[in-house]
């Protein structure tokens, strides 16, 4: 693969699903993957085959109508898992199995009540039989943020010897600093045998609020896949915001690095998710939420007037959004007042604005947001307002 092209590795539809209370139905799912599609994502986890005849038949429809990006199911190291997978992906373009297991000591000694060498072993031979099916496998290394590295490394090489194409490094507990996950990719990228052969895969969850700072480090050290949520969404936390680690990617080129999104449709593939769902979307989200291109401040609402750029780092139409929004509070300027008056008609001049202003400051004190509604009936109340419209 190009080496400045980063992987979408979409996981809404499994990892994302996970957050109690919103199960989604086939129909649904199906609605959402066609649209991940035509997004741009290069791998959609369509869900866990396994888990359910429902589950299974899921990513069944999904295999069928998808035409560009690869489908995905989700098996644990175990062999009816992954056969069940593979029948779940036989009408996919492009099948992928992602099989795994855990590789900290937590889940080793604890979980498994194992030992490290059995769980090389249990490795190896879910990638192997995985690869009896299809030729594109993925291997996961649950914990692998709390796992040694040089045994992480040593896991690493038993997936690729039985034929793994990617390897997937989860931050399964959000536990990891960036500069700590940044540093394991490349410990990996530089000491594990026969890595050319193989992507590295991030996959970070949210519980320190470093999943998108954890995802940028990892491909910046190596890794060429993220593993992400539309919105965030996922266990607990939730896990890597798809928009937002596009977006870090498309802002800054100087990394050198770039995406096959379609950025002109999160806005709108975020509503879908949270109408689908039933989950409210945070006002303060990045990139997607209500507030992201809203100004009420008005030293910020005057700059923006003048120039966009001046407090907007992202274009709103590069993500969907419309047009950057001026919310008018008793903390906006006259500046702020003028722009939304001319919007719903009036051309006010300074003198007019000054009388004008005074009255809005009195109204606005009394409630929250002033809307066009609102605007309307302050100037027609006001003593000047036939000088207004004459004018």
């Known amino acids: 693969m190009n080496n400045d092209k980063i992987q979408i590795f979409d996981t809404t539809l499994r990892d994302g699903e996970q957050v109690p209370g919103c199960k989604l139905n086939t129909e649904q799912k199906v609605i959402i993957a066609g649209k991940l599609d035509l997004l741009g994502v290069d791998v959609i986890e369509a869900g866990f085959p396994v888990s359910s005849p429902g589950d299974f038949k899921s990513v069944e429809e999904i295999s069928k109508i998808v035409k560009n990006a690869t489908v995905c199911g989700l098996t644990r190291a175990v062999e009816n898992d992954i056969k069940v997978a593979s029948e779940a992906l036989k009408y996919a373009v492009k099948p992928r199995i992602h099989t795994g297991i855990g590789t900290s000591d937590s889940h080793i000694f604890h979980k498994f009540k194992s030992n490290k060498d059995a769980i090389i072993e249990r490795a190896f031979n879910a990638v192997k039989y995985a690869k009896s099916f299809v030729e594109d496998v993925e291997f996961y290394a649950e914990d692998a943020g709390r796992t040694d590295n040089e045994y992480l490394a040593?896991?690493?090489?038993?997936?690729?010897?039985?034929?793994?194409?990617?390897?997937?490094i989860p931050d399964t507990t959000g536990y990891c600093l960036p500069s700590e996950y940044g540093a394991k990719i490349k410990y990996l990228k530089e000491n594990v045998k026969g890595i050319e052969k193989a992507i590295l895969s991030c996959h970070c969850h949210n519980d320190l609020g470093l999943a998108t700072a954890n995802s940028i480090e990892g491909v910046i050290n190596g890794a060429r896949q993220i593993e992400c949520t539309i919105n965030g969404i996922g266990e607990r936390a939730g896990n890597t915001a798809l928009e937002e680690v596009v977006m870090v990617l498309k802002q800054h080129p100087y990394l050198n690095l770039d995406t096959n999104i379609n950025t002109q449709m999160l806005y709108g593939m975020s509503q879908l998710v949270s109408e689908s769902m039933g989950i409210y979307t945070q006002p303060n989200k990045a990139i997607v939420g209500a507030n992201a291109f809203a100004h009420s401040s008005g030293i910020h609402q005057d700059g923006v007037i003048k120039n966009r750029e001046t407090y907007e780092i992202i274009d709103p139409k590069d993500v969907g959004v419309t047009e950057s929004a001026i919310v008018l509070t008793a903390r906006s300027g006259r500046a702020a007042l003028a722009y939304r008056a001319k919007n719903v008609g009036y051309e006010l001049t300074k003198l007019q604005?000054?009388?004008?202003?005074?009255?809005?400051?009195?109204?606005?004190?009394?409630?929250?947001?002033?809307?066009?509604?609102?605007?309307?009936?302050?100037?027609?109340t006001s003593k000047i307002y036939k000088q207004i419209i004459s004018a």
């Open 353 to 380: 604005l000054d009388e004008i202003y005074a009255s809005f400051l009195t109204f606005a004190d009394k409630k929250k947001e002033i809307n066009d509604a609102d605007i309307h009936q302050i100037i027609e």
């Open 154 to 168: 040593r896991v690493c090489e038993a997936a690729i010897k039985a034929g793994a194409t990617v390897l997937n």
